[in-house]
């Protein structure tokens, strides 16, 4: 069975430095992994996804991932947070049977002034 | 902009009520699936459907259903609720059958349901 852990629950960074959010994924397959943000009383935003292409992948708002298959993880990270980054994040993996999205518990972003 | 629209997206039932959730995709988008996410939790696959059709189903009771339409619109149907049914209800589609990965899936901003 496919699953995600996100490692933190909350994290709180400055404006202004830099962001990591932790995801480790368990899968039989090589997996399809994405990172959406939910900022509040929104719905979903994809930020990026990795599809066994290049193991960088680059997303939106300055946001990029790093698939290291040895580690089974694909943190999430952007040089620079900005007070907008301020959200909700989900690291998502695919079932590639059915195709259906599979989340972890999310981790809140807090950006401090 | 998803193009994924969803209504209503408050409401408010009364426990043993039924409630119907709507959702308009976009065009060409031939896969829709309904997500659950309680406060504080991810989301949680309902159900999916291809071509009208459903081809996927999480760990959810019958009192749950859908349907989907040509027109690229869709439904959940919610039976007999219950007060843990209270959650954000969200509605995604995707271009592709639904199988395999690597779709991007656009989601809508959700109905929120509240029963008391």
């Known amino acids: 069975a496919q699953s995600v852990t996100q490692l933190d629950s909350h994290v709180s960074v400055s404006e202004g430095t830099p962001v990591l959010l932790r995801c480790n994924y368990s899968s039989s397959y090589s997996p399809s992994l994405f990172w959406y943000v939910q900022h509040p009383n929104k719905g979903l935003q994809l930020l990026l996804k990795?599809?066994?292409?290049?193991?960088l992948v680059k997303g939106i708002n300055g946001f990029e991932a790093e698939f290291k298959k040895s580690e089974t993880s694909f943190h999430l990270t952007k040089p620079s947070a900005h007070m907008s980054d301020a959200a909700e994040y989900f690291c998502?993996?695919?079932?590639?049977?059915?195709?259906?999205?599979?989340f972890g518990q999310g981790t809140t972003l807090q950006v401090k002034p | 902009e998803t193009g994924v629209t969803q209504s209503p997206t408050h409401l408010i039932k009364t426990r043993g009520q039924q409630v119907t959730l709507r959702c308009s995709s976009q065009?060409?988008?031939?896969?829709v699936s309904w997500y659950q996410q309680a406060l504080g939790q991810g989301p949680q696959f309902i159900f999916q459907y291809y071509r009208e059709e459903e081809n996927g189903r999480g760990n959810f009771p019958p009192r749950f259903s859908g349907l989907q339409f040509p027109n690229y619109s869709s439904e959940l149907n919610v039976n007999a609720l219950e007060l843990d049914d209270s959650a954000l209800y969200l509605c995604?589609?995707?271009?592709?059958?639904?199988?395999?990965?690597?779709?991007?899936?656009?989601f809508g901003e959700g109905s929120w349901l509240t029963v008391v």
């Open positions: 990795y599809t066994s292409a290049a193991t």
């Open positions: 998502v993996v695919s079932d590639s049977n059915t195709g259906k999205l599979i």
């Open positions: 995604a589609s995707s271009p592709g059958t639904g199988y395999g990965s690597g779709n991007t899936i656009y």
């Open positions: 065009s060409g988008h031939n896969t």
